[in-house]
């Protein structure tokens, strides 16, 4: 059991050795694997691909042959690979009646709050328009110091970013062993991983090393792997160069399954709850409080009063009118436009601002305190 199956949202990283072929996209493989996705997209469930390829690609439009390129030739190779990437994914998905949505990200996109925020935003909405968002690093204007270079890691953090609960790592190996299975006849395909010990991350880096021929390795996918783990997010490895690798996973064929901490919605709670740094607080009534604790979200007409300074989407206190702290959420408006709203009824924040978020703090956004049994 992997969870496939049943899981709500997915992303499926694709490597660039199956996208890209000899002399352009591999457009079998990709016809052959749009129809395993569509598969999983008409019983309702939300894919989305992380793909790489677009410097395997632009180095053969560009006429690159095999040498090593120094950084600007790939980045020149990105940008004109990644029209190529993007032609060949809308080719594939289209006769399935699914819509591929190009989203170019940088690691600051992961990594600063606001950022976050917003391609969140982005990402769930085209989730739930039905279209199939196609991720890559933004690999033209990221320089090194501030790039993943591995789209293993970088689709581990959108998995956490859109709270997906299955993240499959597509790769060259069925999974991971406990030594070299090309060299070492008694090396074995661990089934399922549940805690990823050190012996597990020395396995990776050490005999499996070079398992993978992507700039990712085994070593970048049990990082990945350890990103979504702490995100409730369960990471499937197996091999990608077969027509239909979704469908294998679910026939039980070989993989390995490294499960989830927690749910990945509680692993975004957790996250609000305890990592951040919280930068103001809103004083709610108790009618608020009471709605909040029936798992509704914080409407602005509860709120009594702001304090501190605050950006929108940052961490802000929730305290009750007893002054006790019964929460944590992440703001939708900033500090000075939530004072301007303190107290308005939801209909009346527009004609305030001339814009409207919606609630002060949204329910998903929320991490109540657990409550003493007082
Ligand atoms: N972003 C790179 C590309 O599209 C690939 C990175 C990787 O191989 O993981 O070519």
Not at 216 to 228: D, F, S, V
Not at 302 to 324: N, P
Not at 351 to 369: E, I, K, N, Q
Request: hydrophobic fraction near 50%.
């Amino acid at each position: 059991m992997t969870g496939l199956d049943r899981a709500r949202r997915i992303v499926v990283k694709v490597g660039s050795a199956l996208v890209a072929g000899e002399a352009g996209p591999d457009t079998a493989w990709l016809a052959a694997f749009a129809a395993d996705l569509a598969r999983l997209r008409a019983r309702g469930q939300q894919v989305l691909v992380v793909s790489s390829g677009s410097i395997a690609l632009g180095r053969h439009r560009l006429g690159m042959g095999r040498r090593k390129l120094t950084l600007p030739e790939k980045q020149a190779c990105a940008a004109a690979g990644q029209s190529a990437l993007m032609r060949a994914w809308e080719e594939a998905l289209e006769p399935h009646g699914l819509t591929a949505a190009q989203v170019l990200i940088t690691k600051n996109d992961t990594e600063m709050r606001r950022r976050w925020l917003n391609a969140h935003a982005t990402l769930s909405t085209l989730l739930s328009l039905g279209v199939v968002p196609v991720v890559n690093e933004n690999d033209t204007v990221v320089t090194e110091e501030i790039r993943y270079g591995d789209n293993d890691r970088l689709a581990a953090r959108v998995a956490q970013m859109i709270g997906a609960e299955v993240l499959v790592l597509l790769s060259d190996i069925d999974g991971l062993y406990t030594a070299d299975p090309r060299s070492d006849p008694a090396a074995r395909r661990l089934p399922r991983i549940e805690r990823l010990t050190p012996e597990i991350e020395a396995m990776a880096g050490g005999a499996n090393a070079a398992a993978g021929v992507g700039t990712g390795g085994m070593a970048t996918k049990i990082m990945a792997a350890r990103i979504a783990q702490s995100a409730g997010c369960a990471t499937i490895i197996t091999l990608g160069r077969r027509p239909a690798p979704l469908a294998a996973i679910e026939a039980g064929e070989a993989a390995t399954v490294i499960e989830p901490a927690l749910s990945a919605a509680a692993a975004y709670k957790a996250w609000i709850a305890g990592s951040l740094a919280t930068a103001g607080a809103l004083v709610i009534d108790d009618g608020a409080a009471r709605a909040l604790a029936g798992g509704k979200s914080l409407l602005a007409a509860g709120v009594k009063a702001v304090s501190g300074r605050f950006d929108k989407g940052d961490a802000v206190r929730i305290i009750d009118e007893a002054g006790r702290e019964i929460g944590r959420g992440l703001a939708r408006y900033d500090s000075a436009d939530a004072e301007k709203i303190c107290g308005l009824k939801s209909g009346a924040i527009e004609a305030a601002l001339g814009f409207t978020y919606g609630p002060m703090v949204h329910a998903d956004d929320l991490a109540l305190a657990a409550r003493a049994s007082a």
